[in-house]
């Protein structure tokens, strides 16, 4: 099965296994959509995820993290689009709520959250936000 918007759908499965306080979601696996998946591990939004291989498909499991029965997530939202990309240079790239949530950018140099593009100087695709 073909998906027009694959990271659109990983955001989605993320976003409806949260709203059904699920403790974890598998996603079909991309080497793209694991480096996602480790940013936003690495500033503490999901626990874990663990790419595992059946009859030949490697899926990601995801393990989501919650707070006193609170998704940590509260908004997560696909940035840039197939149909309509966006793209920002590194001075100009958008704190998300004043600092406390994060923006996903995709650059030269891999996948990283947007202080560590602010931080290295360089800008790039804006694939999602989180808060």
């Known amino acids: 099965m ?6 659109g759908d990983m955001i989605t ?15 079909p696996s991309s080497k793209f959509r694991a480096k996602i998946l480790e940013v936003l591990k690495q500033e ?4 874990n995820y663990k790419v595992l291989s059946e009859n030949k498909k490697e899926t990601l499991h995801v393990d989501l993290k919650y707070s006193n029965g609170l998704p940590v997530i509260k908004e997560i939202k696909r940035i840039s ?8 240079k590194a ?4 704190k998300i709520q004043n600092g406390l949530g ?15 593009a602010r931080t290295k100087n360089v800008g790039g695709e804006i694939i999602c936000r989180v808060f």
């Not at 499965?13 to 996603?27: E, G, K, P, T, Y």
């Open 13 to 27: 499965r993320i976003r409806n296994a949260q709203l059904r306080a699920l403790s974890n979601v598998a996603i």
């Open 81 to 88: 689009k197939p149909g309509r990309r966006i793209y920002a």
């Open 91 to 94: 001075g100009s790239i958008a």
């Open 2 to 7: 073909s998906f027009v918007d694959p990271i």
């Open 102 to 116: 994060l923006a996903i950018v995709s650059t030269s140099m891999g996948i990283m959250s947007d202080n560590d």
């Open 44 to 47: 503490g939004y999901i626990a």
